[in-house]
């Protein structure tokens, strides 16, 4: 659920859509510090962030992209924001006050291509954090809401390529997300179909010629490719792109390692490891402890090194969003070296716990397999 909500990070391709109503979108130097300011934002540069997004609130007052570029920062300057309850009820209050601005901007319920998107993503917003919470029929009410918006993008992939990625990740997840969740089906039954092998197409064009779009398109197909198309190999591309581009954000360097772990690349994956290592607050230690584990045992036959890394960690408290499946990677590592060690007793128990916390089609697939 998480990437399917974070795919309402769509106002990137608001930005770069024309219409006479909208003179901050006719306005090229208010565009490139809106631009400017997503750039810092994804390269962990707040501070010059909050600094070019000042001079877009001062020429345009109360302009829902204010509103959006507010939240962004929140999102990304507190992650995981869901873990900072002051933060989150900022978080919240930002975004009710983005949907206010709509309404007065654009009048309720506008099909102006401006306010849909702007919709999507207040709602999407919402969405996320609802999930993140575990409240999943709230967030399943909140895309439900957006659902609207959702339907007109669709029919502008034709006159701006930014639509790419926001009708990709809709054909997708619409289809691919009740498989995963049965809960919200009933939620989803009057919604427009989607088609996965279109959706991956069009998520792949948007990598290649959307502008502001592509840092999210290629976030999310890699992550696509390692959850649900089990194809790590795939991933590594994409995630590659964005450690280059913004060398200062540890999500993308954490999610690249993971890439080239996960694809057999260990040797340049090792090298993302001794970047991670660097990072011991948060989460991040769960990554390259498992990280490591995999390494050792796969690449260096090492299963007393490699079991030590996995219980590692394991010790670490795991985080729903990003670090789970580290924890579901470490059970079925144990799992593995157990089962060459011959307690098959021991591994069925550690595959039993990786299910318990497994996402991954791949992961799912190997704990369900061993007998």
């Known amino acids: 659920?998480?990437?399917?909500?974070?795919?309402?990070?769509?106002f990137f391709s608001i930005l770069s859509f024309s219409s006479s109503k909208a003179q901050l979108l006719?306005?090229?130097?208010?565009?490139?510090?809106?631009q400017n300011t997503l750039d810092k934002i994804y390269n962990?540069?707040?501070?010059?962030?909050?600094?070019?997004?000042?001079?877009?609130?001062?020429?345009?007052?109360?302009?829902p992209v204010s509103y959006i570029l507010e939240s962004?920062?929140?999102?990304?300057?507190?992650?995981?924001?869901?873990?900072?309850?002051?933060k989150s009820k900022e978080?919240?209050?930002k975004l009710d006050l983005c949907l206010e601005a709509i309404n007065k901007k654009f009048g309720k319920n506008s099909l102006d291509p401006e306010a849909v998107f702007y919709t999507m993503v207040a709602r999407g917003y919402m969405a996320m954090i609802y999930n993140y919470r575990g409240e999943m029929l709230n967030a399943a009410g909140e895309g439900k809401k957006a659902y609207n918006a959702f339907v007109e993008g669709l029919k502008l992939i034709n006159k701006n390529p930014e639509f790419y990625?926001?009708?990709?990740m809709?054909?997708?997840?619409?289809?691919?997300?009740?498989?995963?969740?049965?809960?919200?089906?009933?939620?989803?039954?009057?919604?427009?179909?989607?088609?996965?092998a279109l959706g991956l197409k069009q998520i792949d064009n948007a990598t290649k010629v959307g502008t502001i779009t592509k840092a999210e398109a290629c976030y999310y197909i890699s992550h696509i490719y390692l959850k649900y198309e089990m194809k790590p190999e795939k991933a590594v591309f994409y995630m590659d792109k964005l450690v280059d581009l913004y060398p200062k954000n540890p999500i993308y360097l954490m999610k690249s390692t993971e890439a080239l772990v996960l694809s057999g690349k260990y040797e340049p994956a090792e090298k993302g490891i001794v970047?991670?290592?660097?990072?011991?607050?948060?989460?991040?230690?769960?990554?390259?402890?498992?990280?490591?584990?995999?390494?050792?045992?796969?690449?260096?036959?090492n299963d007393a090194a490699a079991q030590k890394e996995y219980l590692l960690a394991l010790k670490i408290p795991h985080d729903d969003q990003y670090t789970k499946e580290y924890h579901a990677l470490a059970y079925a590592g144990l799992a593995r070296i157990a089962a060459r060690a011959g307690n098959k007793n021991k591994a069925k128990d550690y595959y039993k716990k990786c299910l318990d916390k497994a996402e991954y089609r791949s992961v799912i697939k190997e704990a369900k397999a061993f007998k």
Do not use: C
């Not at 998480?2 to 769509?10: A, D, I, S, Y």
């Open 275 to 301: 970047g991670l290592k660097k990072i011991t607050t948060g989460f991040y230690p769960i990554a390259t402890h498992t990280f490591q584990g995999i390494v050792e045992e796969k690449s260096g036959k």
């Open 72 to 86: 962004f920062i929140l999102y990304w300057k507190y992650l995981p924001i869901k873990d900072n309850p002051a």
């Open 26 to 34: 006719n306005d090229p130097a208010s565009l490139k510090n809106v």
């Open 44 to 63: 962990y540069e707040f501070d010059e962030a909050e600094q070019i997004m000042g001079q877009v609130e001062k020429k345009y007052p109360n302009h």
């Open 91 to 93: 978080y919240i209050q």
């Open 170 to 196: 809709y054909n997708y997840y619409v289809e691919v997300y009740p498989e995963e969740h049965p809960i919200v089906k009933p939620l989803l039954v009057f919604f427009k179909s989607g088609d996965k």
């Open 165 to 168: 990625f926001t009708s990709g």
């Open 1 to 10: 659920m998480q990437n399917t909500l974070r795919l309402l990070f769509l």
